[in-house]
């Protein structure tokens, strides 16, 4: 009688701080450091899919899988491919750029690491001289390390311990103690954010990338909130079992922002269109790593600024916002929730349904096509339903074919019971109908 898609989440991009030959070393899975400045990650299909940071570790995938036929040219030189299991998931780095230490080593690392590198890129030098050469190494920005005593002679340079034990120096400036998250309050929180954004204005664009080499849209977003001791998503898109709530922003008449419809937005929050995120600065402004200007610029949603991007700035194409400030972070409110009639391939005309919501991103929705009375379908990763443009025919957006013609209200219930959750317990909508019925006139009996 009816039909419903599921959406397949795409695996990608979050790294936490803290098969055959090609494979790398048959061994006892652990935990990997990585010991070069910064290295690409790989999925499956051989798609660069983000980069890991000097000192940042991760699960090693125990035992070896077969690595895909597309990944074979990066295992021409003989280093081998390990699977690193981050927080989204398994994905494929080269044996040279980690080592693997028992859980115990790797406690013992992230325990003593004290600060990040603030500066775009760093040198860790063997003595503390401007002239002192060759670095050690030379680390991006977020990468971390082990700041100890400055140094007797001259107090602008502090030693520096990496992993391994190896000592040398860097200059104080050029890192920063590293921050717990909201330490010091939302309003100082969101101030340190907007300023971390800033700092890396002018950076060139580059798929997968997190530093200053190149970054792409969910790399810069990820880079400031980490920058600032919080895990969100390493996508363009909030997911569930991250710390980032959906905030819905409409628009004014005639499908623009104004002043007005921002008044609800502060600076910190993240934009979220369709295969794109940026970071809000405030007063319509927002700043953003994209392949049209190909680097991190500035624009704005605000049709009399100079920085509009008339593309970008309707309402409409903005899925949803989000906020690591939700002001009910044990709710899941339903703002919005609406049907629009398709014909399938087939000739049958069905209907697919389109919710927006403000909290933690639900795992799970129940929809009720015919009333909160009548049949429910259960939708196991209701994201296209959340995140879909009105004007969406993706296939994996909730559809129901009706069998009987008749006015209908139907409902939704989102939920929320293994993602994000402050409170530990299960976060739920209440049953939201429709505000104005549909009407089917094209049914198929007997489906």
């Not at 899975?29 to 991760?58: N, Q």
């Amino acid at each position: 009688m009816y039909s419903f898609c599921k959406v397949v989440l795409c695996c990608s991009l979050c790294v936490s701080i803290f098969g055959p030959a090609f494979a790398g070393e048959p061994g006892e899975a652990g935990v990997a450091v990585i010991t070069v400045p910064f290295a690409s990650t790989l999925v499956d299909d051989g798609t660069r899919d983000d980069e890991v940071l000097y000192g940042m570790t991760a699960e090693v995938r125990p035992g070896l899988r077969e690595v895909p036929h597309t990944l074979l040219q990066w295992a021409q030189d003989g280093t081998g491919l390990r699977e690193l299991k981050m927080s989204y998931g398994y994905t494929w780095v080269e044996s040279k750029n980690f080592a693997v230490v028992s859980k115990d080593e790797a406690d013992r690392w992230r325990s003593s690491v004290t600060h990040q590198i603030i500066a775009p890129f760093a040198d860790i030098l063997p003595e503390a001289l401007t002239e002192s050469y060759p670095p050690l190494i030379t680390l991006p920005r977020g990468a971390y390390i082990i700041v100890g005593e400055p140094s007797p002679e001259d107090e602008r340079w502090a030693s520096v311990e990496l992993f391994g034990g190896k000592k040398g120096w860097v200059r104080r400036e050029l890192t920063r103690e590293i921050r717990r998250w909201n330490e010091n309050g939302e309003e100082e929180t969101r101030k340190n954010l907007v300023a971390d954004a800033l700092s890396y204005l002018g950076a060139s664009y580059r798929w997968g990338g997190k530093t200053m080499t190149g970054l792409d849209c969910s790399g810069l977003t990820h880079m400031i909130y980490g920058l600032n001791g919080l895990e969100i998503y390493r996508n363009s898109r909030p997911k569930d079992g991250f710390p980032i709530a959906l905030k819905h922003v409409p628009g004014a008449e005639g499908d623009i922002h104004t002043r007005a419809t921002l008044a609800s937005v502060k600076p910190g929050d993240l934009i979220y269109w369709s295969g794109h995120v940026a970071f809000y600065l405030g007063d319509g402004k927002y700043i953003h790593s994209n392949g049209k200007s190909f680097g991190v610029v500035i624009n704005s949603l605000l049709p009399d600024d100079p920085d509009y991007r008339e593309n970008l700035a309707k309402p409409s194409a903005i899925y949803t916002w989000g906020t690591a400030f939700p002001d009910e972070p044990d709710k899941l409110i339903v703002r919005d929730f609406y049907a629009r009639p398709f014909t399938a391939d087939d000739g049958r005309t069905g209907w697919r349904f389109y919710v927006r919501a403000d909290g933690y991103a639900p795992n799970r929705a129940v929809l009720y096509p015919e009333g909160r009375d009548g049949p429910s379908v259960e939708i196991a990763a209701p994201r296209r339903m959340m995140y879909d443009s009105p004007t969406s025919e993706h296939k994996d957006v909730p559809v129901y074919f009706y069998s009987k013609p008749g006015d209908y209200r139907p409902a939704v219930l989102l939920l929320n019971d293994e993602g994000y959750r402050p409170s530990g317990e299960t976060i739920s909508s209440d049953i939201f109908e429709m505000r104005e019925p549909i009407t089917v006139t094209d049914c198929w009996p007997g489906r």
